[in-house]
């Protein structure tokens, strides 16, 4: 399936939920269902104060790193560059935090509402080099959809 066919129907999916919390969690678990090579799906959005990222609505196995310090892993890096993190082979990586054994590689694509990073969405794939370009700009779609669509909402999902 192109994904970019497969955001119309998450958009539906989207335009059809009120609740962000309850909208991120089936998305999570669609995609994690629908898309062979995301084996786990989640969000981490961010404390800037305590500068600590907490996990909120995920799909897949129940990880213990529900709090992740900003520099730290993939998730830490992005939280501090803004950027997309594509890791082909999570073997390779210096700073990396693992959530299982079976993960090969990992895209971390940031979150901003109105410009500033609230958040992340983290993909796991238990294939080498699973992830390329074009999930890069499905999940930029997506995350930019969920902040058009959800505003601050977004921001109370996780308490801190
Ligand atoms: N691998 C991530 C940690 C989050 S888990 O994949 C759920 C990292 O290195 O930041």
Redesign the pocket.
């Known amino acids: 399936m192109k994904l970019e066919n497969y955001l119309s129907e998450l958009n539906t999916l989207i335009e059809q939920e009120e609740n962000a919390s309850q909208a991120l969690q089936q998305i999570c678990s669609k995609i994690q269902k629908d898309l062979d090579h995301y084996d ?1 799906v ?1 969000f981490y959005f961010m404390n800037h104060h305590s500068k600590k990222l907490h996990l909120g609505p995920y799909a897949g196995k129940a ?1 213990d ?1 529900t709090i ?1 310090n900003f520099g ?5 890096q992005v939280a501090l560059s803004g950027e997309t993190y594509l890791s082909e082979d ?1 073997s390779a990586e210096e700073n ?4 299982s054994i079976e ?1 090969k590689s ?1 895209i ?1 694509v940031p979150l901003y509402l109105n410009e500033v990073l609230i958040g992340q969405i ?1 993909i ?1 794939s238990n294939t080498t080099g699973a992830f390329g370009k074009d999930d890069d700009i499905f999940l930029k779609a997506l995350n930019k959809k969920l902040a058009q669509r959800y505003g601050e909402d977004l921001k109370m999902i996780v308490s801190f």
């Open positions: 786990w989640g990880t790193h992740i730290s892993g993939i998730c830490g999570v990396y935090i693992a959530c993960v990992e971390v983290d796991d």
